[in-house]
C-alpha cells in the first residue's frame, strides 16, 4: 500500500508557473508508472501526464509543451512543472501510482485572468 501527499497548489495568474509535488510513502522506484491528473469543476478527471520507471514521459495535448513531469527517487517525490498558465488549467490536481491504484488527496490550481 502507498500514501500519495500532493502540495505545491495555489492561486497564479495567466502566463504564470507552479511546480506541483507528489510525494509518496514508499518507495517510488517501486511504486513504477506515476501520473498527474486534473479535474475542474463540473467535468470529469483527465490525464495530465504520466512518468514511468526509467524516467520516460508522456503528455496529454492539453499540456504538452506547458509541463513536465519527473521523479526523485532519493526523495520518493514526483513533480509536475507547469508554465504559461491559463484560466482552463484551473483544477484540483491529483498524483496517482498505477501499480497501486492509489490517489493523493489532491491539490488545487487555481489561474486568474
Known amino acids: 500500500q502507498v500514501q500519495l501527499a500532493e502540495s505545491g497548489g495555489g492561486l497564479v495568474r495567466t502566463g504564470g508557473s507552479l511546480r506541483l509535488s507528489c510525494a509518496a510513502s514508499v518507495s517510488i522506484f517501486r511504486a513504477g508508472t506515476m501520473a498527474w491528473y486534473r479535474q475542474a469543476p463540473g467535468k470529469q478527471r483527465e490525464l495530465v501526464g504520466r512518468?514511468?520507471?526509467?524516467?520516460?514521459?508522456m503528455y496529454a495535448e492539453s499540456m504538452k509543451g506547458r509541463c513536465s513531469i519527473s521523479r526523485d527517487n532519493t526523495k520518493n517525490t514526483v513533480y509536475l512543472q507547469m508554465n504559461s498558465l491559463k484560466p482552463e488549467d484551473t483544477a484540483a490536481y491529483y498524483c496517482?501510482?498505477?501499480?497501486?491504484?492509489?490517489w493523493g488527496q489532491g491539490t488545487q490550481v487555481t489561474v486568474s485572468s
Open positions: 496517482y501510482a498505477r501499480d497501486y491504484r492509489t
Open positions: 512518468i514511468y520507471s526509467d524516467s520516460s514521459t
